[in-house]
Protein backbone atom coordinates (compact mmCIF):
# COMPACT_ATOMS: atom_id res chain seq x y z
CA UNK A 1 0.00 0.00 0.00
CA UNK A 2 3.21 2.41 0.36
CA UNK A 3 6.20 3.09 -0.66
CA UNK A 4 6.71 1.72 -3.92
CA UNK A 5 9.21 -0.40 -3.35
CA UNK A 6 7.17 -3.62 -4.73
CA UNK A 7 4.09 -2.51 -6.72
CA UNK A 8 0.71 -4.47 -6.34
CA UNK A 9 -0.46 -7.07 -8.92
CA UNK A 10 -3.78 -5.93 -10.50
CA UNK A 11 -6.18 -9.15 -9.76
CA UNK A 12 -7.42 -10.04 -13.39
CA UNK A 13 -10.26 -12.31 -11.78
CA UNK A 14 -13.52 -12.30 -11.00
CA UNK A 15 -14.08 -9.66 -9.53
CA UNK A 16 -13.95 -6.73 -11.87
CA UNK A 17 -15.11 -3.77 -10.33
CA UNK A 18 -12.54 -0.85 -10.18
CA UNK A 19 -12.28 -0.09 -6.74
CA UNK A 20 -12.30 -3.92 -5.51
CA UNK A 21 -9.02 -3.93 -7.76
CA UNK A 22 -7.73 -1.06 -6.61
CA UNK A 23 -7.84 -2.38 -3.20
CA UNK A 24 -6.51 -5.45 -4.33
CA UNK A 25 -3.31 -4.37 -5.27
CA UNK A 26 -3.07 -2.35 -2.47
CA UNK A 27 -3.66 -5.23 0.32
CA UNK A 28 -0.76 -7.16 -2.29
CA UNK A 29 1.83 -4.50 -1.81
CA UNK A 30 5.20 -5.32 0.45
CA UNK A 31 7.69 -3.08 2.01
CA UNK A 32 10.79 -3.43 4.45
CA UNK A 33 9.57 -4.06 7.54
CA UNK A 34 11.31 -2.22 9.79
CA UNK A 35 8.38 -0.03 11.11
CA UNK A 36 6.52 -3.19 11.47
CA UNK A 37 9.80 -4.72 13.15
CA UNK A 38 9.59 -1.24 15.43
CA UNK A 39 5.79 -2.00 16.44
CA UNK A 40 6.31 -5.52 17.37
CA UNK A 41 9.35 -4.86 19.62
CA UNK A 42 8.39 -1.35 21.86
CA UNK A 43 4.25 -3.78 21.55
CA UNK A 44 6.55 -7.02 23.01
CA UNK A 45 7.98 -4.82 25.65
CA UNK A 46 5.25 -2.87 26.82
CA UNK A 47 3.14 -5.86 27.27
CA UNK A 48 5.56 -8.14 29.36
CA UNK A 49 6.70 -5.00 31.35
CA UNK A 50 3.54 -4.08 32.27
CA UNK A 51 2.98 -7.71 34.04
CA UNK A 52 6.38 -7.57 35.39
CA UNK A 53 5.24 -4.56 36.83
CA UNK A 54 2.39 -5.26 38.29
CA UNK A 55 3.57 -8.17 39.98
CA UNK A 56 6.40 -6.67 41.03
CA UNK A 57 4.21 -4.07 43.05
CA UNK A 58 2.08 -6.72 44.41
CA UNK A 59 -1.19 -5.62 42.28
CA UNK A 60 -1.32 -8.97 40.55
CA UNK A 61 -1.65 -10.86 43.91
CA UNK A 62 -4.17 -8.38 44.96
CA UNK A 63 -6.26 -7.80 41.49
CA UNK A 64 -5.87 -11.12 39.98
CA UNK A 65 -5.70 -13.68 43.02
CA UNK A 66 -8.91 -15.18 43.88
CA UNK A 67 -9.86 -15.25 47.78
CA UNK A 68 -9.89 -18.98 47.96
CA UNK A 69 -6.64 -19.48 46.55
CA UNK A 70 -4.74 -16.51 47.95
CA UNK A 71 -5.11 -14.80 51.35
CA UNK A 72 -3.20 -11.55 48.56
CA UNK A 73 -6.57 -11.45 47.03
CA UNK A 74 -10.27 -9.42 47.51
CA UNK A 75 -12.73 -11.26 45.76
CA UNK A 76 -13.75 -13.94 44.17
CA UNK A 77 -14.01 -14.64 40.27
CA UNK A 78 -15.85 -16.74 37.90
CA UNK A 79 -14.08 -18.67 35.27
CA UNK A 80 -14.83 -18.60 31.49
CA UNK A 81 -12.59 -18.42 28.21
CA UNK A 82 -9.01 -19.64 28.40
CA UNK A 83 -8.60 -19.96 32.52
CA UNK A 84 -12.00 -21.84 32.67
CA UNK A 85 -10.43 -24.54 29.97
CA UNK A 86 -7.08 -24.58 31.81
CA UNK A 87 -8.85 -25.46 34.84
CA UNK A 88 -10.15 -22.05 36.39
CA UNK A 89 -8.91 -18.90 37.83
CA UNK A 90 -6.74 -20.56 40.05
CA UNK A 91 -3.79 -18.28 41.58
CA UNK A 92 -1.65 -20.56 40.39
CA UNK A 93 -3.06 -20.71 37.02
CA UNK A 94 -2.98 -17.07 36.62
CA UNK A 95 0.96 -16.48 37.83
CA UNK A 96 1.82 -19.71 35.22
CA UNK A 97 -0.03 -18.09 32.73
CA UNK A 98 0.94 -14.55 33.51
CA UNK A 99 4.71 -15.90 33.14
CA UNK A 100 3.80 -17.78 30.19
CA UNK A 101 2.20 -14.53 28.60
CA UNK A 102 5.02 -12.31 29.63
CA UNK A 103 7.79 -14.78 28.16
CA UNK A 104 5.91 -14.83 24.78
CA UNK A 105 6.15 -11.14 24.53
CA UNK A 106 9.39 -10.81 25.30
CA UNK A 107 10.05 -13.67 22.51
CA UNK A 108 7.94 -11.92 20.40
CA UNK A 109 9.73 -8.51 21.08
CA UNK A 110 13.26 -10.40 20.02
CA UNK A 111 11.81 -11.67 17.24
CA UNK A 112 11.67 -15.16 17.77
CA UNK A 113 8.37 -16.96 16.08
CA UNK A 114 6.72 -13.56 16.22
CA UNK A 115 3.98 -14.52 14.73
CA UNK A 116 2.83 -17.19 17.03
CA UNK A 117 4.34 -15.76 20.23
CA UNK A 118 2.06 -12.72 18.98
CA UNK A 119 -0.73 -15.29 19.06
CA UNK A 120 0.32 -17.04 22.54
CA UNK A 121 0.53 -13.24 24.21
CA UNK A 122 -2.66 -12.38 22.90
CA UNK A 123 -4.63 -15.27 24.03
CA UNK A 124 -2.48 -14.82 27.33
CA UNK A 125 -4.00 -11.06 27.44
CA UNK A 126 -7.13 -11.70 27.02
CA UNK A 127 -7.53 -14.17 29.60
CA UNK A 128 -5.80 -12.08 32.04
CA UNK A 129 -6.98 -9.12 31.16
CA UNK A 130 -10.42 -10.41 31.28
CA UNK A 131 -10.07 -11.56 35.48
CA UNK A 132 -10.80 -8.76 37.02
CA UNK A 133 -11.73 -6.01 34.66
CA UNK A 134 -11.84 -3.36 37.29
CA UNK A 135 -8.08 -3.53 37.25
CA UNK A 136 -7.97 -2.45 33.36
CA UNK A 137 -9.01 0.08 30.87
CA UNK A 138 -8.31 1.20 27.57
CA UNK A 139 -4.54 0.24 27.43
CA UNK A 140 -5.37 -3.41 27.40
CA UNK A 141 -7.52 -3.02 24.22
CA UNK A 142 -4.82 -1.14 22.77
CA UNK A 143 -2.52 -4.17 23.61
CA UNK A 144 -5.00 -7.04 21.91
CA UNK A 145 -5.48 -4.92 19.14
CA UNK A 146 -1.98 -4.65 18.48
CA UNK A 147 -0.87 -8.26 19.45
CA UNK A 148 -3.81 -9.56 16.60
CA UNK A 149 -2.27 -7.33 14.27
CA UNK A 150 1.38 -8.19 14.80
CA UNK A 151 -0.32 -12.26 14.80
CA UNK A 152 -0.52 -11.60 10.79
CA UNK A 153 2.37 -9.25 10.34
CA UNK A 154 5.44 -11.26 9.70
CA UNK A 155 7.21 -8.63 11.43
CA UNK A 156 10.63 -10.95 12.72
CA UNK A 157 11.38 -10.24 8.53
CA UNK A 158 14.09 -7.46 10.05
CA UNK A 159 15.38 -6.35 13.58
CA UNK A 160 14.49 -9.96 14.91
CA UNK A 161 16.92 -12.83 16.35
CA UNK A 162 14.95 -14.50 13.66
CA UNK A 163 16.72 -12.43 11.11
CA UNK A 164 20.20 -13.16 12.41
CA UNK A 165 19.54 -16.75 12.33
CA UNK A 166 17.80 -16.71 9.35
CA UNK A 167 21.20 -14.94 7.70
CA UNK A 168 23.69 -16.99 9.51
CA UNK A 169 25.57 -18.88 6.17
CA UNK A 170 25.47 -15.52 4.41
CA UNK A 171 28.71 -13.62 3.34
CA UNK A 172 29.57 -12.17 6.94
CA UNK A 173 27.75 -13.91 9.14
CA UNK A 174 24.50 -13.16 10.78
CA UNK A 175 22.74 -9.64 9.90
CA UNK A 176 19.98 -8.04 11.83
CA UNK A 177 18.63 -5.99 8.79
CA UNK A 178 17.21 -7.41 6.22
CA UNK A 179 14.57 -5.06 3.84
CA UNK A 180 13.40 -8.32 2.24
CA UNK A 181 9.86 -7.05 2.08
CA UNK A 182 6.76 -7.98 3.70
CA UNK A 183 3.29 -7.40 3.44
CA UNK A 184 1.87 -3.41 3.83
CA UNK A 185 -1.12 -3.76 5.09
CA UNK A 186 -0.94 -4.71 8.79
CA UNK A 187 0.74 -1.05 8.97
CA UNK A 188 -2.15 0.35 7.58
CA UNK A 189 -4.34 -1.50 10.19
CA UNK A 190 -1.91 -0.19 12.91
CA UNK A 191 -2.48 3.42 11.56
CA UNK A 192 -6.53 2.95 11.24
CA UNK A 193 -6.35 1.93 14.37
CA UNK A 194 -4.34 4.49 15.72
CA UNK A 195 -6.84 6.69 14.48
CA UNK A 196 -9.67 4.80 15.75
CA UNK A 197 -8.57 5.24 19.20
CA UNK A 198 -7.14 8.82 19.22
CA UNK A 199 -10.55 10.41 16.81
CA UNK A 200 -12.83 8.28 18.94
CA UNK A 201 -11.22 8.84 22.08
CA UNK A 202 -11.82 12.46 21.19
CA UNK A 203 -14.64 12.98 19.92
CA UNK A 204 -16.36 11.16 23.45
CA UNK A 205 -14.70 13.96 25.72
CA UNK A 206 -18.53 15.71 25.84
CA UNK A 207 -18.07 16.36 30.14
CA UNK A 208 -18.01 20.36 30.62
CA UNK A 209 -14.35 20.13 31.88
CA UNK A 210 -13.43 19.94 28.09
CA UNK A 211 -15.22 22.32 27.03
CA UNK A 212 -14.51 26.30 26.65
CA UNK A 213 -18.34 27.18 28.50
CA UNK A 214 -16.76 24.49 30.92
CA UNK A 215 -13.74 26.56 31.70
CA UNK A 216 -11.23 23.58 29.97
CA UNK A 217 -10.27 22.49 33.17
CA UNK A 218 -10.13 18.78 32.39
CA UNK A 219 -6.35 18.57 32.93
CA UNK A 220 -6.09 21.24 35.39
CA UNK A 221 -8.34 18.20 37.36
CA UNK A 222 -6.58 15.30 36.00
CA UNK A 223 -3.03 16.18 37.53
CA UNK A 224 -4.88 17.73 40.76
CA UNK A 225 -7.35 14.71 41.86
CA UNK A 226 -5.32 12.38 43.37
CA UNK A 227 -6.86 9.48 41.62
CA UNK A 228 -4.59 9.55 38.48
CA UNK A 229 -1.88 11.69 39.53
CA UNK A 230 1.18 10.73 40.14
CA UNK A 231 2.93 13.44 42.20
CA UNK A 232 1.24 16.82 43.87
CA UNK A 233 1.44 19.22 42.31
CA UNK A 234 -0.66 21.50 43.68
CA UNK A 235 1.73 24.05 44.63
CA UNK A 236 2.28 24.70 41.06
CA UNK A 237 -0.97 24.21 39.33
CA UNK A 238 -2.63 27.40 40.14
CA UNK A 239 -0.43 29.23 38.74
CA UNK A 240 -0.35 27.00 35.72
CA UNK A 241 -4.18 28.05 34.56
CA UNK A 242 -3.80 29.08 31.12
CA UNK A 243 -1.24 26.47 30.34
CA UNK A 244 -3.48 23.67 31.30
CA UNK A 245 -6.56 25.14 30.09
CA UNK A 246 -4.45 25.40 26.36
CA UNK A 247 -3.36 21.83 27.04
CA UNK A 248 -6.77 20.75 27.45
CA UNK A 249 -8.14 22.40 24.07
CA UNK A 250 -5.09 21.02 22.15
CA UNK A 251 -5.12 17.75 23.65
CA UNK A 252 -8.63 17.56 22.29
CA UNK A 253 -8.86 19.18 19.04
CA UNK A 254 -5.68 16.69 17.97
CA UNK A 255 -7.69 14.28 19.32
CA UNK A 256 -10.53 14.45 17.62
CA UNK A 257 -8.61 15.41 14.19
CA UNK A 258 -6.09 12.65 14.36
CA UNK A 259 -8.13 10.98 11.46
CA UNK A 260 -6.75 13.56 9.21
CA UNK A 261 -3.21 12.04 9.77
CA UNK A 262 -4.89 8.49 8.19
CA UNK A 263 -6.29 10.54 5.37
CA UNK A 264 -2.93 12.54 4.43
CA UNK A 265 -1.68 8.77 4.43
CA UNK A 266 -3.83 7.45 1.75
CA UNK A 267 -3.97 10.52 -0.14
CA UNK A 268 0.09 10.65 -0.72
CA UNK A 269 -0.26 6.92 -0.96
CA UNK A 270 -3.25 7.22 -3.72
CA UNK A 271 -0.98 10.56 -5.51
CA UNK A 272 2.07 8.33 -5.62
CA UNK A 273 0.01 6.07 -7.55
CA UNK A 274 -2.55 7.65 -10.04
CA UNK A 275 -1.42 11.34 -9.40
CA UNK A 276 -3.12 14.17 -8.23
CA UNK A 277 -7.12 13.54 -8.28
CA UNK A 278 -8.87 16.05 -11.02
CA UNK A 279 -9.18 19.50 -9.20
CA UNK A 280 -6.61 18.87 -6.50
CA UNK A 281 -3.83 21.40 -6.57
CA UNK A 282 -0.93 22.16 -4.23
CA UNK A 283 1.17 20.03 -2.45
CA UNK A 284 1.03 17.83 0.50
CA UNK A 285 1.92 19.03 3.83
CA UNK A 286 3.30 16.51 5.57
CA UNK A 287 0.82 16.45 8.90
CA UNK A 288 1.34 12.98 10.59
CA UNK A 289 5.11 14.48 11.93
CA UNK A 290 3.89 17.37 13.51
CA UNK A 291 0.94 15.07 15.10
CA UNK A 292 3.26 12.35 16.19
CA UNK A 293 5.64 15.45 18.42
CA UNK A 294 2.56 16.52 19.70
CA UNK A 295 1.49 12.58 20.92
CA UNK A 296 5.05 11.92 21.93
CA UNK A 297 4.87 14.97 24.16
CA UNK A 298 1.07 14.67 25.25
CA UNK A 299 1.79 10.71 25.83
CA UNK A 300 5.67 11.38 27.91
CA UNK A 301 4.16 13.85 29.89
CA UNK A 302 1.20 11.41 30.84
CA UNK A 303 3.70 8.73 31.32
CA UNK A 304 5.57 11.24 33.71
CA UNK A 305 2.40 13.17 35.37
CA UNK A 306 -0.02 9.92 36.25
CA UNK A 307 -0.52 6.41 36.75
CA UNK A 308 -2.55 5.50 33.80
CA UNK A 309 -0.55 1.63 33.84
CA UNK A 310 0.99 0.62 30.11
CA UNK A 311 -0.64 3.17 28.39
CA UNK A 312 1.87 5.81 27.14
CA UNK A 313 4.20 3.11 26.25
CA UNK A 314 1.86 1.18 24.61
CA UNK A 315 0.48 3.74 22.29
CA UNK A 316 4.10 4.98 21.56
CA UNK A 317 4.71 1.45 20.21
CA UNK A 318 2.26 1.91 17.57
CA UNK A 319 3.88 5.56 16.41
CA UNK A 320 6.51 3.65 13.93
CA UNK A 321 3.62 2.29 12.11
CA UNK A 322 3.29 5.96 10.71
CA UNK A 323 6.48 6.07 9.08
CA UNK A 324 8.03 4.33 6.49
CA UNK A 325 11.63 3.12 6.33
CA UNK A 326 12.10 5.56 3.05
CA UNK A 327 10.32 8.65 5.28
CA UNK A 328 13.01 8.45 7.67
CA UNK A 329 15.82 11.64 7.55
CA UNK A 330 18.78 8.67 7.02
CA UNK A 331 16.89 6.61 4.81
CA UNK A 332 18.72 5.02 2.34
CA UNK A 333 17.85 7.41 -0.86
CA UNK A 334 17.47 3.81 -3.16
CA UNK A 335 14.19 3.76 -1.15
CA UNK A 336 12.65 6.61 -1.46
CA UNK A 337 9.44 7.11 -2.81
CA UNK A 338 8.56 7.90 -6.03
CA UNK A 339 8.72 11.28 -7.15
CA UNK A 340 4.92 12.05 -7.62
CA UNK A 341 5.08 12.39 -3.68
CA UNK A 342 5.67 16.48 -3.17
CA UNK B 1 1.73 -21.28 -18.61
CA UNK B 2 1.90 -24.98 -18.19
CA UNK B 3 -1.54 -26.26 -16.71
CA UNK B 4 0.08 -26.50 -12.99
CA UNK B 5 1.66 -22.98 -13.23
CA UNK B 6 -1.79 -21.69 -14.32
CA UNK B 7 -3.46 -23.65 -11.20
CA UNK B 8 -0.79 -21.73 -9.13
CA UNK B 9 -1.45 -19.28 -10.00
CA UNK B 10 -5.39 -19.02 -9.60
CA UNK B 11 -4.56 -20.65 -6.41
CA UNK B 12 -2.35 -17.56 -5.80
CA UNK B 13 -5.26 -14.95 -6.90
CA UNK B 14 -7.62 -16.98 -5.12
CA UNK B 15 -5.88 -16.02 -2.12
CA UNK B 16 -5.22 -11.96 -2.62
CA UNK B 17 -8.98 -11.93 -3.24
CA UNK B 18 -9.83 -13.52 0.06
CA UNK B 19 -6.75 -11.86 1.98
CA UNK B 20 -8.25 -8.40 0.38
CA UNK B 21 -11.99 -9.21 1.70
CA UNK B 22 -10.56 -10.70 5.30
CA UNK B 23 -9.06 -6.94 5.48
CA UNK B 24 -11.81 -5.13 4.06
CA UNK B 25 -13.61 -6.87 6.53
CA UNK B 26 -11.42 -6.41 9.41
CA UNK B 27 -11.36 -2.65 9.27
CA UNK B 28 -15.27 -2.31 8.82
CA UNK B 29 -15.32 -4.43 11.84
CA UNK B 30 -12.94 -2.39 13.89
CA UNK B 31 -14.41 1.03 12.22
CA UNK B 32 -18.06 -0.25 13.59
CA UNK B 33 -17.33 -1.59 16.88
CA UNK B 34 -15.79 2.01 17.60
CA UNK B 35 -18.83 3.78 17.36
CA UNK B 36 -19.24 5.92 20.59
CA UNK B 37 -22.10 3.93 22.61
CA UNK B 38 -23.00 6.70 25.20
CA UNK B 39 -25.32 4.36 27.36
CA UNK B 40 -27.31 5.79 30.17
CA UNK B 41 -28.92 8.49 28.14
CA UNK B 42 -32.09 7.47 28.18
CA UNK B 43 -34.16 9.78 29.76
CA UNK B 44 -35.00 7.15 33.00
CA UNK B 45 -31.37 6.69 32.78
CA UNK B 46 -30.85 10.14 32.98
CA UNK B 47 -32.95 10.67 36.09
CA UNK B 48 -30.62 8.42 38.58
CA UNK B 49 -27.65 10.06 36.72
CA UNK B 50 -26.57 13.74 37.86
CA UNK B 51 -23.13 13.70 36.44
CA UNK B 52 -24.52 12.89 32.93
CA UNK B 53 -27.45 15.67 33.66
CA UNK B 54 -25.01 18.15 34.49
CA UNK B 55 -23.32 17.00 31.07
CA UNK B 56 -26.06 17.05 29.48
CA UNK B 57 -27.13 20.53 30.89
CA UNK B 58 -24.09 22.15 29.42
CA UNK B 59 -24.39 20.99 26.09
CA UNK B 60 -28.32 22.53 26.14
CA UNK B 61 -27.03 25.53 27.00
CA UNK B 62 -24.15 26.19 24.71
CA UNK B 63 -26.61 25.22 22.05
CA UNK B 64 -29.32 27.44 23.09
CA UNK B 65 -26.60 30.48 23.35
CA UNK B 66 -25.76 29.46 19.70
CA UNK B 67 -29.99 29.94 19.03
CA UNK B 68 -30.78 26.09 19.47
CA UNK B 69 -33.98 25.42 21.91
CA UNK B 70 -33.41 23.73 24.80
CA UNK B 71 -36.42 21.50 24.29
CA UNK B 72 -34.87 20.59 20.67
CA UNK B 73 -31.52 19.70 21.38
CA UNK B 74 -32.67 17.60 24.55
CA UNK B 75 -33.88 15.89 21.51
CA UNK B 76 -31.06 15.85 18.93
CA UNK B 77 -28.49 14.58 21.62
CA UNK B 78 -31.00 12.05 23.15
CA UNK B 79 -31.89 10.60 19.86
CA UNK B 80 -28.09 10.89 18.33
CA UNK B 81 -27.23 8.57 21.91
CA UNK B 82 -30.50 6.18 21.32
CA UNK B 83 -29.62 5.37 17.89
CA UNK B 84 -25.63 5.15 18.42
CA UNK B 85 -26.27 2.70 21.59
CA UNK B 86 -28.83 0.49 19.24
CA UNK B 87 -25.95 0.35 16.67
CA UNK B 88 -23.92 -0.23 19.15
CA UNK B 89 -26.09 -3.32 20.62
CA UNK B 90 -26.85 -4.85 16.73
CA UNK B 91 -23.22 -4.66 16.36
CA UNK B 92 -21.78 -6.36 19.15
CA UNK B 93 -24.38 -9.07 19.10
CA UNK B 94 -22.96 -9.66 15.41
CA UNK B 95 -19.23 -9.26 16.04
CA UNK B 96 -18.88 -10.19 19.62
CA UNK B 97 -17.43 -13.77 18.74
CA UNK B 98 -15.05 -12.23 16.42
CA UNK B 99 -14.09 -9.54 19.45
CA UNK B 100 -13.43 -12.36 21.99
CA UNK B 101 -11.67 -14.49 20.20
CA UNK B 102 -9.23 -11.76 18.84
CA UNK B 103 -8.97 -9.09 21.35
CA UNK B 104 -10.41 -6.78 18.59
CA UNK B 105 -12.89 -4.99 21.17
CA UNK B 106 -12.77 -1.26 20.31
CA UNK B 107 -14.09 1.02 23.54
CA UNK B 108 -12.50 4.15 23.98
CA UNK B 109 -13.86 6.49 25.88
CA UNK B 110 -11.11 7.42 27.98
CA UNK B 111 -10.73 10.32 30.42
CA UNK B 112 -14.37 11.28 28.57
CA UNK B 113 -15.09 13.37 31.88
CA UNK B 114 -12.19 14.82 33.91
CA UNK B 115 -14.36 15.75 37.15
CA UNK B 116 -13.02 18.08 39.88
CA UNK B 117 -14.50 15.67 42.24
CA UNK B 118 -12.33 12.97 43.72
CA UNK B 119 -10.68 11.01 46.93
CA UNK B 120 -7.84 10.89 48.89
CA UNK B 121 -7.34 7.10 50.27
CA UNK B 122 -6.09 6.90 53.57
CA UNK B 123 -5.12 3.78 55.49
CA UNK B 124 -4.15 3.93 59.58
CA UNK B 125 -3.45 1.31 62.42
CA UNK B 126 -3.92 1.44 65.56
CA UNK B 127 -1.73 0.02 67.71
CA UNK B 128 -0.83 -0.60 71.45
CA UNK B 129 -4.60 -1.65 72.37
CA UNK B 130 -5.71 2.09 72.19
CA UNK B 131 -9.46 2.89 71.37
CA UNK B 132 -10.06 3.68 68.12
CA UNK B 133 -10.24 7.53 69.18
CA UNK B 134 -8.11 10.50 66.80
CA UNK B 135 -4.91 9.74 69.05
CA UNK B 136 -4.97 6.20 68.29
CA UNK B 137 -4.84 6.09 64.88
CA UNK B 138 -1.51 6.08 63.29
CA UNK B 139 -1.49 7.09 59.40
CA UNK B 140 0.30 5.22 57.28
CA UNK B 141 -0.34 5.57 54.15
CA UNK B 142 -2.45 8.81 52.19
CA UNK B 143 -2.90 9.42 48.15
CA UNK B 144 0.60 12.27 47.42
CA UNK B 145 1.56 12.19 50.96
CA UNK B 146 5.69 11.56 51.43
CA UNK B 147 5.45 11.48 54.95
CA UNK B 148 3.06 7.97 54.59
CA UNK B 149 3.79 5.71 52.11
CA UNK B 150 3.21 2.21 53.13
CA UNK B 151 3.21 -0.36 50.40
CA UNK B 152 2.49 2.96 48.28
CA UNK B 153 3.95 1.08 45.38
CA UNK B 154 1.06 -0.93 45.65
CA UNK B 155 -1.78 1.26 45.71
CA UNK B 156 -0.41 3.83 43.25
CA UNK B 157 -0.04 1.05 40.65
CA UNK B 158 -1.60 1.97 37.91
CA UNK B 159 -3.98 -0.85 37.69
CA UNK B 160 -4.88 -1.05 41.35
CA UNK B 161 -5.37 2.76 40.99
CA UNK B 162 -8.39 2.27 38.22
CA UNK B 163 -9.69 -0.37 40.27
CA UNK B 164 -9.68 1.16 43.68
CA UNK B 165 -11.76 4.38 41.79
CA UNK B 166 -13.92 1.87 40.36
CA UNK B 167 -14.42 0.85 44.17
CA UNK B 168 -15.28 3.77 45.05
CA UNK B 169 -19.11 3.57 43.54
CA UNK B 170 -22.06 2.93 45.63
CA UNK B 171 -22.58 -0.36 44.41
CA UNK B 172 -18.92 -1.86 44.92
CA UNK B 173 -19.63 -1.45 48.51
CA UNK B 174 -18.65 -5.46 49.46
CA UNK B 175 -15.94 -5.47 47.03
CA UNK B 176 -14.62 -1.92 48.53
CA UNK B 177 -14.97 -4.23 52.16
CA UNK B 178 -13.07 -7.30 50.44
CA UNK B 179 -10.30 -4.80 49.33
CA UNK B 180 -10.07 -3.40 53.23
CA UNK B 181 -10.07 -6.77 54.37
CA UNK B 182 -6.89 -7.69 51.96
CA UNK B 183 -5.47 -4.69 52.79
CA UNK B 184 -5.66 -5.41 56.51
CA UNK B 185 -4.17 -8.56 55.84
CA UNK B 186 -0.63 -7.32 54.89
CA UNK B 187 -0.73 -4.39 57.94
CA UNK B 188 -1.11 -7.17 59.77
CA UNK B 189 2.28 -8.59 58.75
CA UNK B 190 3.79 -5.22 58.27
CA UNK B 191 2.64 -4.10 61.51
CA UNK B 192 2.97 -6.72 64.24
CA UNK B 193 2.27 -4.25 67.65
CA UNK B 194 -0.89 -2.93 65.47
CA UNK B 195 -4.30 -3.74 67.02
CA UNK B 196 -6.82 -2.45 64.28
CA UNK B 197 -6.93 -1.45 60.59
CA UNK B 198 -8.52 1.20 59.28
CA UNK B 199 -9.02 2.28 55.80
CA UNK B 200 -11.25 5.47 54.61
CA UNK B 201 -11.75 7.77 51.11
CA UNK B 202 -11.61 11.32 51.57
CA UNK B 203 -13.34 13.37 48.84
CA UNK B 204 -11.90 15.99 47.59
CA UNK B 205 -12.74 18.68 45.25
CA UNK B 206 -10.46 21.02 42.88
CA UNK B 207 -10.86 24.56 43.35
CA UNK B 208 -11.07 26.93 40.81
CA UNK B 209 -7.33 27.41 39.83
CA UNK B 210 -6.77 31.12 41.15
CA UNK B 211 -8.21 29.70 44.25
CA UNK B 212 -5.68 27.15 44.47
CA UNK B 213 -3.16 28.62 46.89
CA UNK B 214 -5.73 29.61 49.40
CA UNK B 215 -8.49 26.90 49.34
CA UNK B 216 -6.25 23.66 48.35
CA UNK B 217 -8.02 20.51 47.71
CA UNK B 218 -11.72 21.09 49.58
CA UNK B 219 -11.18 17.66 52.01
CA UNK B 220 -14.58 16.43 53.10
CA UNK B 221 -16.05 14.26 55.85
CA UNK B 222 -14.12 10.64 55.13
CA UNK B 223 -16.38 8.43 53.83
CA UNK B 224 -16.48 3.90 53.34
CA UNK B 225 -14.77 4.16 56.60
CA UNK B 226 -13.86 -0.05 57.00
CA UNK B 227 -12.05 -0.52 60.67
CA UNK B 228 -10.67 -4.16 60.60
CA UNK B 229 -9.51 -6.87 63.97
CA UNK B 230 -6.03 -7.22 63.10
CA UNK B 231 -5.65 -9.83 65.59
CA UNK B 232 -8.80 -12.34 64.27
CA UNK B 233 -6.30 -12.43 60.98
CA UNK B 234 -3.20 -13.18 62.64
CA UNK B 235 -5.49 -15.87 64.67
CA UNK B 236 -6.64 -17.19 60.92
CA UNK B 237 -2.71 -17.54 59.97
CA UNK B 238 -3.42 -14.49 57.89
CA UNK B 239 -5.59 -16.10 55.69
CA UNK B 240 -9.35 -15.00 56.78
CA UNK B 241 -11.36 -11.92 56.24
CA UNK B 242 -11.43 -9.91 59.18
CA UNK B 243 -14.39 -8.32 61.06
CA UNK B 244 -15.17 -5.13 58.91
CA UNK B 245 -17.17 -2.54 61.01
Redesign the interface.
Known amino acids: MSGGIVSG?G???I?SGRL?RI??GA??EREPGTALALVRIGVGLAVAGDLA??A????MA??WGD?RDT?????TFTEG?LLGWLGGAGWGTVQGLSLVTGLAALLMAAGLWPGAMAFVA?QG??ALYGI?P?????HD?V???A??LLCWAQSGQTLSAGCRWRTRHAPGGGRWRDDTPIPA?PRW?MI??LC??YT??G?????????P???L??????L?????????L?PW??Q??PL?MAATAISLLWEVSFGAVGLWLVRRWWRERHGAAPGVQGGLRDLRTGYAAVGALFHLTLWGLT?????SPLMLALYPALFRPQDWPQADQGMKAPRTMS | MSGEGAAEGGARGGWARARAALVLAHAIAVCLMALPSPEGMSTEALAGDAVKRSALASWEGALARAGVPETVSHRWIVGIAGGLTGLDRAVERWLAPYQRIAGTRQSWQMFSSSSANGFLLEMYVAEGGAEGGAEGWRLIYRSLDSGARWRAGLWEDGRVRGAIFALSSPKQERLWRGLARSAARRAALDFPAAARFRIWRVPVRAPAPERLAEEGRAARTPVGAVVVELEALRGAGGGAGGGGS
Open positions: RSGGVWWEISVFGSGGLMTAEGFRGLCINMAGGGRATNLWWLLQLIMTVQKLSPEWTWGGRAVYNMLVPIWARWDALGAGLSLGPF
